[in-house]
T-cell receptor, first 112, second 118 residues
Framework: LAKTTQPISMDSYEGQEVNITCSHNNIATNDYITWYQQFPSQGPRFIIQGYKTKVTNEVASLFIPADRKSSTLSLPRVSLSDTAVYYCLVGDRGSTLGRLYFGRGTQLTVWP | DTAVSQTPKYLVTQMGNDKSIKCEQNLGHDTMYWYKQDSKKFLKIMFSYNNKELIINETVPNRFSPKSPDKAHLNLHINSLELGDSAVYFC?????????????????FGAGTRLSVL
């Protein structure tokens, strides 16, 4: 399994764009990249996933360079309610049999 | 309607007791999971079931016994509780186990059950 490395914490202010980068140097050909968000006292919630280039949904964008050794989760114009832990996961579609391996995640704190 | 619901939300008990946590999903998913989040916030998979069949047992002590009476339910029974079992336990489900359409592999989590063993 490809190991992921993310910053332990980040701070931002309301209205700013936040970019959280995840390194996964050993990503395999079949691996895809998924980001989850966890609020205090809640279970993780899926945000976005992708394989290469750029993916965008109503919540975030995911940028994956051509070498796929890193990925960046971009949150546009954050608000206080975006304060949460963000997890980057890398996994194979088949070999992990659905296992999700969560690392430490990045604690994002948004200040007023 | 809560998609993945767990009961109870809080569970406080003494060492040596036996307790159960229930999980139900109303998403029509085939696969369900149990995760444990310890005090350091590490989230680790414990079990997964696909169509009521055990797929993953991630070296969990046999004091932990999952039971899946049907696709919509995955309960977790814990015998002889120990102090180290104190954690938050999350149930999750996905439409399918793995492979194919990535969207069907997305896991939906419950709100968690905070277990405190005294």
């Amino acid at each position: 399994l490809a190991k992921t490395t993310q910053p332990i914490s980040m701070d931002s202010y309301e209205g700013q764009e936040v970019n959280i980068t995840c390194s996964h140097n050993n990503i395999a050909t079949n691996d895809y990249i998924t980001w989850y968000q966890q609020f205090p006292s809640q279970g993780p919630r899926f945000i976005i996933q992708g394989y290469k280039t750029k993916v965008t949904n109503e919540v975030a964008s995911l940028f994956i360079p051509a070498d796929r050794k890193s990925s960046t989760l971009s949150l546009p114009r954050v608000s206080l309610s975006d304060t949460a832990v963000y997890y980057c996961l890398v996994g194979d579609r088949g070999s992990t049999l659905g296992r999700l391996y969560f690392g430490r995640g990045t604690q994002l704190t948004v200040w007023p | 309607d809560t998609a993945v619901s767990q009961t109870p939300k809080y569970l406080v008990t003494q060492m040596g007791n036996d307790k159960s946590i229930k999980c139900e999903q109303n998403l029509g998913h085939d696969t369900m999971y149990w995760y444990k989040q310890d005090s350091k916030k590490f989230l680790k998979i414990m079990f997964s079931y696909n169509n009521k069949e055990l797929i993953i047992n991630e070296t969990v002590p046999n004091r932990f016994s999952p039971k899946s009476p049907d696709k919509a339910h995955l309960n977790l029974h814990i015998n002889s509780l120990e102090l180290g079992d104190s954690a938050v336990y999350f149930c999750a489900s996905s439409q399918r186990l793995a492979g194919g359409d990535l969207a069907k592999n997305i896991q939906y989590f419950g709100a968690g059950t905070r277990l405190s063993v005294l």
